[in-house]
């Protein structure tokens, strides 16, 4: 009781919202994902039961998380890398011939995401083999112009050596990061320069054809949007653009809101239209001190480990922003697991559930970093867990964006909607209302608010039929559903700090 009368006068004070959808349909969206780089490794070690539940918290699209991309680390086979975990072990021998038995621990999670029907499966590759790389190293060279063909041929006969495996990729991307050689060798990597990605992507997109497989390339995951800016007119035009199924970057500059809707907008105009792909990001703090409580906050690359709420909406912000204002077609996180707790738990067994300056919010899930001398086996879900549900379950793979209004990122509003239809043929129904629709929604401020939904034109809003909600004390929690006002509008009460998926 205390807490609703709570609530209430924190409604009276905050104000009232509100959002509009509109009859304006956007991009289909196409896979929200996160990567098996390089946990898989570490995970190979623990106890099966362990294993197993992972699988099914990420890959069960009824019980888990339901990813609907999940993306293989194809191994360069870790010359030179100084961290064994991120040293993953490649199939390549020599030319034609091939090990399948290498990289079990990866690949036990490639067979489980196709196992359990997760819809996009693409492989990645931070570097070829030793034998194409300038410095014979899985790390801080080049890609060897002479040998792209070899390189080539490898990607596409380890997908069709997957695909008589019964795992399809339905997406390959063959340079992660290109800008970035990672001469550190903390991790594999190679450059491609931008001279050389063109060539890359139409003749990989060639030789997969040639051999019948339908796997579509994806390119090419600049690291921020300078460099995709600086470097996709280099090699991207309309006729690279017909071998190309995503025009993927990352964003680790953090650029704002209009930033990223000019850059990719001019992305997408270079290749003839194809839908631009969000592939990665991670690791953020807020970009001023000031702001170190506020969800909305603008980010900078940062260390800190943070598994509340507030990492939680900061990662729905930026799907928010990548969805409305880049008009990216899918969303990636970086990586499904992560160990960088920041702390050390046989000394503090619940110092994993608060923030802690030393870690990275790299991971959705976490495991002690000392499992091998503790053997303590938990995970920890964060609560960017929960808040990419919202996500992978409101906006499956198919879905349609349609515009709300207000769409701002600057407004003193702390709500961010988004709405998806879920066919493609609106125009086929009498009213778009008959289509399946869902409302992502979120109320990204420390006090709890109301929200108004309207809608208009032919489009209205009906009746929902369930109502998921991730908060400071929920996770993806059913909800009792709001009731649709006779006028056709819909009031949403928000506590502070929560998302809501609504299903119609
Ligand atoms: C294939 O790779 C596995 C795993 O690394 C290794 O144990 C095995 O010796 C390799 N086989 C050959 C023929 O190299
Ligand atoms: C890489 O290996 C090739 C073949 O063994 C050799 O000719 C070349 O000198 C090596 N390059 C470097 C930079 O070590
Ligand atoms: C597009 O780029 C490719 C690769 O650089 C080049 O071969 C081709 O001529 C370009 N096409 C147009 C129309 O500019
Ligand atoms: C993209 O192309 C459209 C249509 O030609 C044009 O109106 C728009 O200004 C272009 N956007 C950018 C960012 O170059
Ligand atoms: C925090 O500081 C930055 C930089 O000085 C400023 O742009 C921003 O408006 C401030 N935010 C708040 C909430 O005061
Ligand atoms: C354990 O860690 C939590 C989270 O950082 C902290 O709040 C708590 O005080 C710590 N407990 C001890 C005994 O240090
Ligand atoms: C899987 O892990 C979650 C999170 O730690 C835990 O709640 C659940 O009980 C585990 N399930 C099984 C079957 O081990
Ligand atoms: C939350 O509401 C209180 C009044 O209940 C107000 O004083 C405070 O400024 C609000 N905080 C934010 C972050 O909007
Ligand atoms: C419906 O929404 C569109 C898009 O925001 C707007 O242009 C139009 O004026 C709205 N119509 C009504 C009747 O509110
Ligand atoms: C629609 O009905 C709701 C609930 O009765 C009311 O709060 C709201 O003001 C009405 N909106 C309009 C535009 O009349």
């Known amino acids: ?8 006068v924190s409604l009276l004070l905050s104000g009232v919202h509100g959002a509009q959808i509109t009859t304006t349909t956007l991009q289909t969206i196409h896979g929200i994902g996160a990567s ?30 339901g990813l609907t991309d999940y993306r293989y680390n194809l191994g360069g086979g870790g010359v030179g890398v100084t961290t064994w975990d991120r040293a993953p072990e490649t199939p390549y021998v020599s030319h034609g011939v091939y090990n399948w038995s290498a990289d079990a621990a990866g690949t036990y999670y490639l067979r489980e995401a196709a196992r359990q029907g997760v819809p996009v499966i693409t492989l990645f590759v931070n570097s070829a083999p030793t034998t194409m790389t300038s410095n014979n190293q899985s790390c801080g060279g080049d890609l060897v112009t002479d040998r792209i063909p070899a390189y080539v041929q ?8 997957w695909k008589s495996e019964g795992v399809e990729f339905t997406h390959v991307s063959p340079m992660n990061e290109p800008d970035d050689s990672f001469g550190s060798c903390s ?6 320069v931008p001279g050389q990605r063109a060539e890359v992507v139409t003749t990989l997109a060639a030789s997969l054809k040639a051999a019948g497989l339908s796997t579509r390339v994806i390119a090419d995951e600049s690291v921020d949007t300078t460099n995709y800016n600086n470097d996709e007119p280099v090699w991207l035009n309309a006729t690279v653009g017909e071998s190309l199924a995503g025009n993927c970057h990352h964003l680790y500059s953090f650029a704002s809101a209009a930033t990223q809707q000019e850059v990719f907008e001019y992305g997408r105009n270079l290749s003839g239209g194809v839908p631009t792909w969000f592939t990665e990001i991670c690791c953020y703090n807020a970009a001023n001190l000031n702001e170190s409580d506020d969800p909305l906050a ?3 690359f940062s260390s800190q480990y943070d598994p509340t709420m507030l990492s939680g909406l900061r990662m729905a912000h930026l799907a928010w922003q990548s969805f409305t204002y880049a008009e990216d077609s899918h969303w990636d996180w970086w990586t499904a697991l992560s160990n960088e707790i920041g702390c050390t738990l046989s000394s503090n067994a619940t110092c994993w559930d608060d923030i802690q300056s030393g870690g990275e919010d790299d991971g959705l899930i976490y495991y002690d970093p000392d499992y091998d001398s503790t053997e303590n086996y938990d995970i920890k879900l964060t609560k ?4 990419l549900k919202h996500f992978t379950k409101g906006a499956p793979v198919g ?40 409302v992502v929604a979120m109320n990204a401020q420390w006090n709890a608010s109301t929200i108004t939904l309207t809608s208009n034109g032919t489009f209205a809003l009906t009746q929902p039929i369930a109502m998921y909600r991730t908060s400071v004390t929920e996770d993806y929690a059913e909800a009792e559903v709001p009731t649709l006002s006779a006028n056709g509008s819909l009031v949403i009460d928000a506590p502070e700090m929560s998302i809501f998926t609504l299903f119609f």
């Open 1 to 8: 009781m205390a807490a609703r009368l709570l609530i209430f």
């Open 36 to 65: 098996g780089a390089w946990w898989v490794n570490q995970l190979s070690l623990y106890p099966n039961d362990v294993r197993h539940n992972v699988s099914e918290l990420l890959f069960n699209q009824n019980t888990g998380l």
């Open 154 to 161: 490898y990607l596409t006969d380890v997908i069709s050596h």
């Open 187 to 192: 991790q594999e990597g190679m450059q491609v």
């Open 298 to 300: 603008a980010l900078t």
């Open 384 to 387: 960017r867990y929960s808040v």
């Open 399 to 438: 879905a349609i964006r349609r515009a709300v209004t207000p769409e701002s990122d600057t407004t003193d509003d702390a709500w961010r909607v988004l709405a998806f239809d879920y066919d493609s043929a609106c125009e086929q129904y009498s009213t778009c209302a008959q289509v399946p629709y869902s």
